[in-house]
């Protein structure tokens, strides 16, 4: 084992940033609307948590996704806590003038690596997707506006299957060529397992040492935290993840949500990692899922609690314990 991959299991206080995508990432897949004023309180609890950047909403079309179609108000009526970015999904150059409009710190922008994806999700060939998220970048530089791009089915394609690496990184390459400062590699439909994380992450952060790179993980086949942890053994320092473990992918059956962002947090807060995160608050923002989404969530630390939550003894524990002496 490598040094490297040993240092993973102890934190040591090194800083990992953790983003929200629950807000958008997992409520566009609800089929319950949930209400505009709702939204934003939960946005605004998720800012008090301490987490570094918040995915609002979708800048996309209200017929698309109809359960962001309040994405104006949302964005214009959170409060906002200095040091969070708040950013949002925009999907084309329409989206992304509603976006500046709507102050949003951050545009993030999508395609995927995997053709066969991107035109069963985009209704685009990628270089078409290209050259209209190109435009898309020179509103928002003209703007002073921060761009990221989130690049789908890094680790695999539900489809095609793997994706060469070299056609991760072209892809990659032609953004920053003209000026984008963040890259995403997205594990969309769960297909990532930890040596081709580690071994991809590394890679990337060492042919392009100057980009800011986030990794963003699906839970589907139960390898979300390892995931996590082979990504920080590469160096990454900046992860997605969705409250209670919201979200999925309408283009992977069977797929379910992101990794979840209490788990997430409580993992590395044991292991000695430092998020900034409010575990308590962010907990307590999870329990508040249910009741706006009319179901369960995937995420157990809601159901299950803190590992050192502790639980009151059980009634007539100090007759038990009497009886137990006394034998």
Not at 91 to 115: F, H, K, Y
Not at 172 to 191: H, K, P, S
Request: aromatic share 6%; glycine share 8%.
């Amino acid at each position: 084992m490598s040094m490297a991959a040993n240092a993973v299991w102890h934190g040591a206080g090194r800083r990992i940033h953790m983003q929200e995508v629950g807000t958008r990432d997992g409520l566009q897949m609800e089929a319950r609307f949930v209400p505009t004023e709702d939204k934003i309180a939960l946005v605004n609890a998720l800012s008090a948590t301490g987490l570094a950047k918040i995915e609002v909403t979708s800048f996309t079309s209200p017929t698309a996704i109809p359960a962001l179609r309040d994405a104006e108000i949302v964005m214009r009526e959170i409060e906002r806590r200095a040091g969070v970015v708040y950013t949002a999904l925009v999907p084309n150059q329409r989206g992304a003038e509603r976006a500046i409009e709507s102050r949003t710190d951050e545009l993030n922008l999508v395609m995927s690596v995997s053709e066969t994806h991107n035109l069963a999700n985009l209704r685009m060939a990628r270089a078409q997707s290209f050259a209209a998220l190109a435009q898309v970048v020179a509103t928002a530089q003209a703007a002073r506006v921060a761009v990221n791009v989130s690049l789908s089915c890094v680790f695999g394609c539900p489809m095609e299957g793997d994706v060469a690496e070299d056609e991760v990184f072209d892809w990659v390459q032609r953004f920053a060529d003209i000026g984008v400062a963040g890259i995403t590699l997205c594990d969309t439909t769960g297909m990532a397992f930890p040596s081709q994380v580690e071994r991809l992450v590394r890679a990337a952060r060492v042919r392009w040492p100057g980009l800011v790179f986030t990794l963003h993980f699906h839970n589907t086949r139960g390898m979300g935290l390892a995931n996590v942890l082979a990504a920080i053994a590469a160096g990454a320092d900046r992860f997605d993840a969705s409250l209670g473990g919201l979200g999925g992918c309408p283009y992977a059956p069977g797929a379910s949500g992101n990794v979840c962002s209490e788990e997430v947090v409580h993992a590395l807060e044991l292991m000695g990692y430092d998020t900034g995160v409010d575990l308590a608050a962010l907990v307590a923002a999870a329990r508040r899922l249910p009741a706006l989404i009319g179901h369960d969530i995937p995420g157990q630390i809601a159901k299950a609690g803190r590992r050192l939550d502790l639980h009151p003894l059980p009634e007539g524990f100090g007759a038990i314990r009497e009886r137990a002496l006394a034998r």
